[in-house]
Each structure stands twice: as C-alpha cells, then as structure tokens.
C-alpha cells in the first residue's frame, strides 16, 4: 500500500468525513494557488518569449493538477528591465505578452475551470518609462509632477554626492542623478524610480488600478515590495545591513516595514471589500513577529510566511518557525500563507541539496556545485511539499516545482537577464537560475516551451524532468503532486487547527489535523517506523514498507 494511485483510492474511503462543509471559510484561506512567470511558462507564437496565450494553452494541466488559482507574474506593458516589475503602464498588457482582450479571455477560461486568478500589482515603483516619471525628469525642479516620486538635492558641496547611505537591493546606492543635478531614489534598478505614497495622488491612481483590474475579473493582487512602500521622509542614513531583502528585519529601518506604510493597505482593502470575495496577498519581507501587522482584517488577506522559505531542512527550525507563524496570524484571526519558491530565490530541491546555513540567498556566482547534493535535494523538496500541504493555511507553488525542477545555477554568463547581474558589479549572478522555461515535452528546440528556442537554454537533463516525461508515471514528481493535492482538496479541514504529536520519536516532525489525517517528517540520522496500524495514504518516495526513510514523509491516519 506504498503506491501513489493505489494509497490514493485506499484513502477516499479510509478517511472520517469530518471536515466541515464547503464554502464555509472563504476560498483564499486554505487555497494552493500557482505562480505563473509569464515570460516562462509556455510560448505560443514562437518568438521564444512566455505569454498570455501560452498560459490559456496549458490551463487544463493547472486544473488537472488541482490548483485552486493562479498568480500571474506582471503582464503590463514594460520594458522589461526587471522581468516586468518594471511597469510602464498598469492598464495595458506588454504587447510580447499579449493584449488585454488575450488577458481578460484567460481571466474568464481560467474560471470556467474553477480556477482563480490574482494579478501582481506593483506599487512600490514604476518604471522610468511610465509616462509619469517621463513628466517628473523633464519638468523644472519643484514642479509638482516631480512629488509623485522621491527626488532629492545631493549632498557635498555641488551636490554631486547622492542624498543617503541608502543601498539597491539589486547593488550599489538607491539613488540616481537626474540631468538637473537632483537624485531619484530607486530601492531596486535604475529604471525602477520609488513612488512618494505620501502624495494623494499617488494613492488615487493605484485605487483605481485596483478597480481596473476588479472590473476585468480578477479574483485579486499579490502585491509587490508590500514592506517597502513607506520611507522615512526626513532621509537619514540606514545602519550598514547589506543589500538583501531580509534587511527587513532591522527594527525601525527607514524605508523597511514602516508603521505609516499600512494606512495604503487600508486603502486598497477598502476598494476590494466593495468587490465580492476578493483577496490580496502581500510581498512583506518581515519577522514572524511582525506578520500580523499585515494581516489585520481590514489589511492583506495572506502574506506570505518567508521565514519558513529561508528555513534549513532541519527539525527544529521549522517546527519553530510554523508555530510562531501559527501564532502570528491567529493573534489576528487569520492564517499562515506558505510557499517554498518562487521567481526570486534558489529553487528549493538546490536549496535542500546544500548544506544548512549555505547563503543562498545571495543569488551565488557559479556554484556552488561542489556543496550540491542534488539527490537528497529533490528527496527533502518531496517529503518538504507534503509536509507544508498538511500544515493549516493556504499555499503557493512556484512553477515548475510539480516536476522538481532544481535551480539552472550553471547558465553562461552571456545570457544573463536579471538587473543583479549587472548591478552588483557581475559578483552575484542573480534570479535567472530559477526562470529557466518550463519543459512541457521530452522533445524539440525547447522542449515543448516554444517552437523555436526559449529566452533562456534550458538543461539537457530537462527532458527528463517534463511533464510528459512524468505524466500518468507512478512515482514521478508530478503525479506525487497531483495526488497529494486531490487528497488535500478532499480531505483536509479549511480550519486552523493542528495537534503536534509529541510522541514522536526523535528526527520526526509530527502532527495530525482535523478529520483524522497525520504527517510525519523524518529528518533523520536514521529511519524510523511508522506508528502500529498506521494506515499510509501518501508518502513521499514509493515503496518506504512501514519504515520511513530520512528525508521522507508520510501522510496517514
Ligand atoms: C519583488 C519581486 O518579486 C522581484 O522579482 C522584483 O525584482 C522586486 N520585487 C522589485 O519589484
Ligand atoms: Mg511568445
């Protein structure tokens, strides 16, 4: 009874009934939502480029996969300096992606399947090429088109020196000089100059973006840089922390998870409550301890748990980490939102290859391959999806994670697309390694992505890893996948509660949820066997007998 398909027909009728009926909590709260990057996921007019039309394509492989929506990476026109989150124009679509009639077809196909859709909304930024930062460098210092973003004298005697210590997280300082002598500031790249959210208009403009997309279908917003939107307006120096994201953490940073940047959250909660079920999810880079700030009810509906993404494979890290997260968002009625990758950290099978404490979060330059155990990578990324599958709250999956692709860390120099590449002085190689096209096909130019080649190579061992290459193969990846999220669908309660099994033997990390359902964790140093009479609907590698296997996990009741 080791089997996927066969443990997955056991369990339908093994499993007590006693989850409460559907459409009691609202759809968002244990959701799986599914992260499409547009540029990535499947071309259909050849030009090597992802695009909208792509996406249509393949929406019956996302309903058959069993997700609940998707997340579409932005799609607005851009010039693509930063993979789109560079927006030029939030209301029309980037012609290589589509147009907005291919946007709002897909919006309604993906419902008629049963599947959500969310846009990603940038409001931390615009691109330089946004008509409004256009206005603001040509007009004479002190206009009022300059008050929509954050432009500054410089310092030193001509000011010739940028206004602040203030560092990109892409690298090098945030601000950059206008042709007059004054300085923007750009928390990422050049061409992705800071928004002033103090200015009203400002904040007119992205409440009617939210309508523009509500009134089209959308179902809701991830939001991009969620921590970021409000600085400190007096500009002082910001203590030398480094350039990654988790600066966040620095208590009273003055551009980092600032209290005054919530009443914009409010804002916006205002526009979407006025829509029917509807939800955003914030990008916010912050503490377990400062989460629930984002998720107060009239705030995000979800944001993102990333301390558990920057967790090691390791026992007591993540327990840690779920029961703070479970704390934080109970302390304000809501729920955890997990997710283990996405389009710009390591992909997580690399992650759980390397060994603890590896710093991979700083995007490394060509390795670190020595280090890399690939095999017991993918093992903990298949036992690490059970596990965050059965944990209450919602969960999102990066594409491409359902057939374990790992991180591409050996692309050529010359293909570099990401900003980090070049802003950090070519020291880290940035994101590109996780935004290799997906393999649909184990054949062709780029393997069933395009018609010709994709943006970027993908791998050889890429055919092995497709989805026809997997699909309907007991075993594989992705029907492990499919199976586990058909039982979670079906099985698992929409409520928050989760029982630790304490009784555990040691390595295993171990609950059991509502309706009977249990997940054991082994994280070693040895195997261990399952409980008598444990029933096993789902383990994580084929064929485990009644041991469970280090690296593995099991569900049963
Ligand atoms: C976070 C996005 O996920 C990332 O891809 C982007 O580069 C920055 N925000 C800037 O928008
Ligand atoms: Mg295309």
């Known amino acids: 009874m080791r089997s996927f398909g066969f443990a997955l027909r056991h369990t339908v009728t093994a499993m007590n009934e006693a989850t409460e009926p559907a459409g009691t909590e609202p759809w968002w709260r244990n959701a799986v939502i599914y992260q499409v990057y547009v540029r990535s996921f499947a071309d259909s007019d050849g030009d090597g480029t992802g695009d909208i039309n792509g996406i249509r394509s393949k929406l019956p492989y996302l309903a058959e996969l069993g997700v609940d929506g ?57 691109s330089s090429d946004h008509k409004w930062f256009i206005e603001a460098s040509a007009a004479p210092i002190g206009d009022r088109s300059r008050d929509r973003y954050i432009i500054r004298d410089g310092t030193g005697v001509d000011g010739s020196e940028p206004p602040n210590n203030w560092t990109s997280v892409f690298g090098g300082s945030a601000w950059e000089r206008l042709p007059d002598g004054q300085w923007y500031l750009h928390l990422f790249d ?33 939001v991009d840089v969620a921590h970021g939107m409000a600085k400190d307006m007096s500009f002082p120096d910001a203590e030398a922390t480094g350039s990654v994201l988790s600066n966040a953490k620095t208590p009273n940073h003055p551009y980092w998870d600032r209290d005054d940047l919530h009443v914009y959250v409010r804002q916006w909660r205002e526009v979407l409550d006025a829509y029917n079920d509807r939800m955003m999810v914030a990008e916010a880079w912050v503490a377990p301890d400062r989460l629930h700030l984002y998720l107060r009810p009239d705030e995000y509906h979800q944001s993102f748990a990333f301390d558990f993404l920057q967790s090691n494979w390791d026992r007591e890290e993540l327990e840690t980490n779920v029961q703070q997260t479970l704390a934080a968002t109970g302390s304000v009625g809501s729920v955890p939102t997990w997710t283990l990758s996405n389009h710009d950290v390591m992909r997580h099978p690399t992650r759980y290859g390397l060994p603890n404490d590896t710093k991979w979060r700083t995007w490394p330059l060509d390795g670190p391959h020595d280090l890399l155990d690939a095999e017991a990578g993918l093992r903990r990324a298949r036992a690490g999806i059970l596990f965050m599958l059965a944990l209450p709250g919602s969960v999102y999956l990066y594409q491409g994670e359902e057939l374990g692709l790992p991180e591409v860390y050996d692309l050529d120099h010359d293909v570099l697309d990401d900003p980090v590449w070049t802003l950090s002085g070519n020291t880290q190689k940035g994101r590109d390694g996780c935004r290799v096209p997906i393999p649909w096909e184990r054949t062709g130019p780029s393997l069933g992505f395009s018609s010709g080649e994709g943006w970027l190579p993908q791998p050889d061992y890429f055919a092995d890893l497709s ?91």
Not at 76 to 90: F, W
Not at 93 to 107: L, Q
Not at 193 to 213: C, G, H, S
């Open 190 to 222: 050049t061409s992705q100059p800071d928004l002033n959210w103090t200015n009203p208009e400002v904040q007119d403009e992205f409440r009617d973006i939210f309508r523009f997309w509500l009134d089209r279908g959308a179902d809701g917003f991830r």
């Open 467 to 557: 989805a026809e290459s997997q699909k309907g193969v007991p075993g594989s990846t992705l029907e492990l996948y499919r199976s586990a999220l058909t039982l979670r669908r079906q099985h698992l309660p929409s409520t928050a509660e989760i029982e630790w099994d304490d009784s555990a033997p040691g390595g295993i990390l171990g609950f059991s949820r509502p309706g009977g359902l249990r997940c054991w964790v082994n994280f070693g140093p040895g195997s261990v066997g399952l409980p008598d009479g444990a029933d096993v609907v789902l383990t994580s590698e084929s064929d485990t007998g009644s041991q469970l296997a280090v690296d593995t996990a099991a569900w049963f009741v």
């Open 70 to 126: 998707l997340w579409v990476n932005p799609w607005y026109a851009s010039p693509l300096r930063d993979g789109g989150y560079d927006v030029a124009d939030y209301r029309s679509i980037e012609p290589i992606y589509g147009t907005i009639d291919d946007a709002t077809a897909m919006i309604e196909e993906a419902h008629e399947l049963g599947i959500r859709v969310l846009v990603d909304l940038v409001p931390n930024h615009t």
